[in-house]
């Protein structure tokens, strides 16, 4: 490969990997809420299907796009309220509700695209990319970072956001006291319930978003399991990331690259690894992160565990 | 002599019924929060049937009673419980010891790997050998995929919920690999392994029937994990470690050892669901060699309330509502995904009926 040919991958491949990121910069964001929170949500994979789905068929219905990203996000907030229901006000244990919501959210999204939409065959318009007058014409830089669609550039806005609200509002603080000290707050006179499901809501608002981007902003169809354990890496690029926003989004993005890496090494027909190898590379460098990164310090200190109010 | 035979047998016979009466009761009241879980989902299912269109009574009429027709058909329920009992019984020890094994189907699927690999690449023994071998060549490898996500967790504290999903999906891609590669039949055009040799074949119970002696070792290492958990020392330790490790600590056990002999005792089971299924029920290696066993074990675990003795039970319900899924696939056009809403619910519903039947308690 000569330089130009290589620059040129190297483009596409960043631009990919920031596409392909996507979802899960949304969905592990949103969990960081969720965590920092004290809220372990095992069932973003499920949350992330119904965001699709819910994307999906709705703009099916409608055509609009921005009406579908709407739904998703309403369809997996929707989720959260049942996942908020049984944690925080029956204070099941969060693991095994979210292993129920893992199977619910499959089960009913499969059900329900074999009952009305397998048979018609037809996809939908998804959000094209943005022409950027001068930038998405550059060399390199613009295949690489100009030429995206508006939903993969409020990645960035909603990483900006969540560090704002999570850092520099009395809500952020509250909600982080929440995953820490639950009881300090309760003493403070703020309802601690109320913030987890706060902090529950937003983390499914957003895996859900995340699960409409599979399937309005980059597959133009739903699939069964589209999500394929992204919602799963999400839990792991949360750890990665110290439960930090910026860190999930640059911590999705190294993600992403792998999944990049994965589809265009498929595409060259020079290499000869099996593309089985490639395929499970996110899975194992999922696996790898979770050695290399022990963060076990910097997690909410109260993380998964029901708050008894005395 | 007489009297004191009397007043043995007086004293004894009394206490023995006792015992029997306590037991039965308290199986009663611990049957209640299952079975009104059951009903609830099997009414969530009938719900969406109706609202989507299809016939809601289907739900009991098909999917609980429709697969009950003859011998045949509820010898392929038994079939299909076989791999149900033996990972939910499984994953019941690892629950128990608090321990988050979410990847039974990775295991399972490993353990057919290995299965085929000693179920083909060895000729000429009997099947005395030969069958035990392969059973026994699926369990070690289920139980040693299982001891990476162990490993992991004692060693470098990284969550099994998340090493186990990502090793299923590792496990997975594996044995495509493999049935399109290395493993693969030459001489047939589908993705496939070839075939085992006879004498590895789990033995059948009825020879014209699929229904294979798996059914049967299952039951037993449900009884003997039952009795493993609850009678030996090691059982109370691996329960001990689930409930406070802090406190087993203290104890002077040793954690990380028992959360190893957790993980991977359930490995080991769903390993041997794996073998079974290659060498007892298609006696080749495919792609989806499970239809989601692994997952649908976590629901049959959980409403056996993490125990080995009612996962026989929960597991022949969960087989009965998958056969009769796909009956219901075929005469009403119901999409058999249907079976994993109802399993969902059930889990949920059971946590739901846990907690309220708690508060009762606490009330009265």
């Known amino acids: 490969m000569d330089d130009m040919m290589f620059l040129t991958f190297l483009a596409t491949l960043v631009g990919a990997a920031w596409r392909l990121a996507t979802p899960l910069i949304f969905a592990s964001i949103g969990e960081v809420f969720s965590e920092r929170a004290g809220v372990?949500?095992?069932?973003?994979?499920?949350?992330?299907?119904?965001?699709?789905f819910c994307g999906f068929a709705t703009a099916f219905a409608t055509g609009s796009i921005l009406l579908g990203l709407l739904a998703g996000v309403g369809g997996g907030m929707l989720f959260g309220l049942v996942f908020a229901f049984f944690t925080i006000t029956i204070k099941a244990d969060q693991i095994v509700v979210g292993a129920a919501l893992n199977l619910l959210g499959m089960g009913l999204t499969a059900f329900l695209f074999r009952t009305y939409y397998v048979s018609t065959g037809k996809g939908i318009e998804i959000a094209q990319p943005?022409?950027?007058?001068?930038l998405s014409d550059l060399p390199f830089l613009g295949e690489a970072f100009f030429k995206q669609n508006l939903i993969v550039y409020s990645t960035i806005l909603v990483a900006i956001l969540a560090t704002l609200v999570l850092y520099r509002t009395s809500f952020g603080l509250t909600l982080r006291a929440v995953g820490e000290h639950p009881k300090a707050v309760d003493v403070a006179g703020r309802n601690v319930a109320g913030y987890r499901y706060a902090a529950v809501l937003v983390g499914t608002g957003l895996a859900g978003l995340g699960g409409a981007f599979l399937t309005l902003g980059h597959s133009n169809q739903f699939v069964e399991g589209?999500?394929?354990?992204?919602?799963?890496?999400?839990?792991?690029?949360?750890?990665?990331?110290?439960?930090?926003?910026?860190g999930a989004f640059f911590v999705s993005l190294l993600f992403g690259l792998f999944y990049a890496l994965q589809l265009m090494l498929q595409a060259q027909a020079s290499i000869v690894v099996p593309y089985q190898l490639l395929q499970a590379l996110p899975y194992i460098m999922t696996i790898i992160t979770l050695v290399v990164v022990r963060g076990k310090g910097a997690a909410p200190s109260k993380l998964g565990q029901p708050y008894e109010m005395r | 002599m007489e009297q004191v035979n009397q007043g043995v047998r007086e004293n004894v016979y009394p206490q023995a019924a006792q015992a029997l009466y306590r037991t039965l009761?308290?199986?009663?009241?611990s049957a209640v929060t299952p079975i009104a879980a059951v009903l609830v989902a099997l009414a969530f299912g009938a719900t969406l049937l109706w609202l989507n269109g299809f016939d809601g009574t289907d739900v009991v009429t098909v999917m609980i009673f429709g697969s009950f027709q003859d011998t045949r058909s509820v010898a392929e329920i038994l079939l299909k419980a076989t791999p149900l009992i033996l990972i939910g019984a499984g994953l019941c020890v690892a629950f128990r010891c608090s321990i988050w094994n979410i990847g039974a189907e990775g295991q399972l699927y490993v353990g057919a790997i290995a299965a085929t690999f000693v179920g083909t690449s060895i000729d000429g023994l009997s099947v005395w050998v030969h069958a035990p071998l392969v059973m026994l060549a699926g369990a070690l490898a289920g139980a040693a995929w299982a001891g990476i996500?162990?490993?992991?967790?004692?060693?470098f504290q990284a969550s099994e919920i998340v090493t186990t999903i990502m090793l299923n999906y590792i496990a997975i891609i594996l044995t495509s690999y493999l049935v399109t590669g290395p493993m693969k039949d030459a001489s047939a055009a589908y993705p496939q392994s070839a075939r085992l040799v006879r004498e590895a074949w789990t033995p059948r119970i009825v020879s014209d029937m699929r229904l294979h002696i798996g059914i049967l070792v299952a039951v037993v290492l449900a009884v003997a994990l039952y009795i493993f958990l609850q009678r030996s020392s090691r059982g109370f330790a691996l329960r001990v470690v689930g409930l406070n490790p802090h406190a087993a600590r203290y104890a002077g056990m040793d954690v990380r050892r028992n959360v190893m002999i957790a993980i991977c005792i359930s490995g080991a089971l769903a390993g041997l669901a794996g073998a079974f299924e290659v060498a007892g029920v298609t006696h080749r290696l495919y792609q989806n060699?499970?239809?989601?066993?692994?997952?649908?074990?976590i629901a049959v675990a959980l409403l056996a309330n993490n125990n080995p003795l009612a996962a026989i039970i929960s597991g022949g319900l969960f087989a009965t509502l998958r056969s009769g899924s796909e009956v219901l696939q075929i005469t009403s056009q119901v999409p058999q995904v249907l079976v994993l809403v109802i399993q969902g619910m059930v889990i949920l519903s059971v946590v739901a009926f846990a907690k309220f039947r708690d508060k009762f308690r606490f009330v009265a």
């Open chain 1, 40 to 52: 372990l949500n095992i069932g973003l994979e499920g949350t992330m299907l119904v965001g699709a």
């Open chain 1, 130 to 134: 943005i022409h950027i007058p001068w």
């Open chain 1, 226 to 246: 589209i999500t394929s354990g992204r919602g799963f890496i999400a839990l792991a690029v949360v750890v990665f990331a110290r439960w930090s926003p910026m």
């Open chain 2, 25 to 29: 009761s308290q199986a009663a009241i």
């Open chain 2, 149 to 155: 996500a162990g490993y992991l967790k004692v060693r």
């Open chain 2, 289 to 297: 060699i499970s239809p989601g066993y692994g997952f649908e074990g």
